[in-house]
């Protein structure tokens, strides 16, 4: 039979957005001393919109540049091809067919429209190229920006908006009210990073991190003493929720994430994550 006091919390536990997938991992939450969480529709919403499309070159409008990188996006799962694609939908751009569509992980996509490669790349993709990214291009803010590149040339951007999720502000204050460090893993842009991080007062953040990269840090803060939870949306959180000592899976995320994590956030409310520790902490004290 299941303890008196596990049923309870159990239930207590569902009735506050927590879903349990894996007791024990539950049990511990009172050792959690590091909470690290992804960006992209963890911290923030996770829905992108098209704030500006910017063209580089005389032979393309900027409805030629959102045509060329919809086109690309629409192969893709991305919370940014999304929004570029609703865009171009909104704008009732036609969009044209891609061949050899490919996925450069946590950079980008590639493709051929019409016989020419295209790209839609991030500004670290640049950078490691050694393409020189546009002066005041990257705009401060909770903004990513796409670069369009045809034939390895420079021909457009977009800037997408998101928006830091209203509760994260009190989960983070919160957590390190605790005595807990907050630190953001996330596959965007140094820029876009360090404005969340400054805004919601995070202990530390890394940028630019490749999703295999996630799971190292993990291991990283692991090796120098930390009890960690992971928590994330995206696919590319998956090994690194696995890896945590405890992960967490926001609810409006990928199924690999909920399927990886050992507790579901249902409410996708990142200020959940104390309930669990709280709720963690006395489960723990009544049994013993
Ligand atoms: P995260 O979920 O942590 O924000 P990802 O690893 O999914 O990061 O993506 C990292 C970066 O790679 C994005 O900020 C973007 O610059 C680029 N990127 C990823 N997917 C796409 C895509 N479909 N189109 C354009 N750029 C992309
Ligand atoms: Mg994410």
Not at 5 to 15: D, G
Not at 51 to 56: G, L, Q, R
Not at 89 to 113: A, H, M, Y
Not at 257 to 279: G, N, W, Y
Request: proline letters at 3%; hydrophobic letters at 40%; charged letters at 30%.
């Amino acid at each position: 039979a299941i303890p008196l006091v596990v049923a309870v919390s159990t239930t207590l536990s569902a009735q506050n957005g927590l879903l349990i997938r894996n007791r024990t991992a539950f049990e511990n939450a009172r050792k959690i001393d590091t909470v690290l969480f992804d960006k992209t529709g963890t911290l923030t919403e996770g829905e992108f919109g098209v704030e500006a499309v910017e063209s580089f070159v005389d032979e393309y409008s900027k409805e030629e540049i959102l045509q060329k990188a919809a086109s690309l996006e629409q192969e893709s799962e991305h919370p940014i091809a999304a929004g570029i694609v609703k865009r171009a939908k909104e704008d009732e751009v036609e969009l044209i067919k891609v061949d050899d569509f490919e996925i450069i992980k946590g950079k980008g996509v590639i493709g051929k429209i019409d016989g020419r490669d295209f790209k839609a790349v991030s500004p670290g993709y640049l950078a490691e190229n050694n393409i020189e990214v546009p002066e005041d291009a990257l705009k401060k803010g909770p903004f990513t920006e796409i670069f369009i590149l045809e034939a390895g040339n420079l021909i457009g951007m977009i800037r997408l908006g998101d928006q830091i999720r209203e509760s994260s502000y009190e989960a983070v204050q919160k957590l390190k009210d605790r005595g807990i460090k907050v630190i953001m893993l996330t596959g965007d842009n140094q820029k876009t990073a360090e404005y969340v991080s400054n805004e919601l007062g995070l202990t530390d953040y890394f940028a630019e991190i490749l999703p295999d990269e996630k799971q190292k840090k993990v291991e990283e803060l692991q090796a120098e003493g930390a009890f960690v939870a992971m928590t994330g949306d995206g696919v590319n959180d998956a090994p690194a929720l696995a890896k945590a000592d405890i992960g967490i899976a926001i609810g409006s995320g990928t199924d690999v994430a909920a399927e990886t994590a050992d507790i579901i956030l249902v409410e996708s409310d990142p200020l959940d994550v104390l309930k669990l520790i709280e709720f963690g902490t006395l489960t723990y004290k009544k049994m013993i």
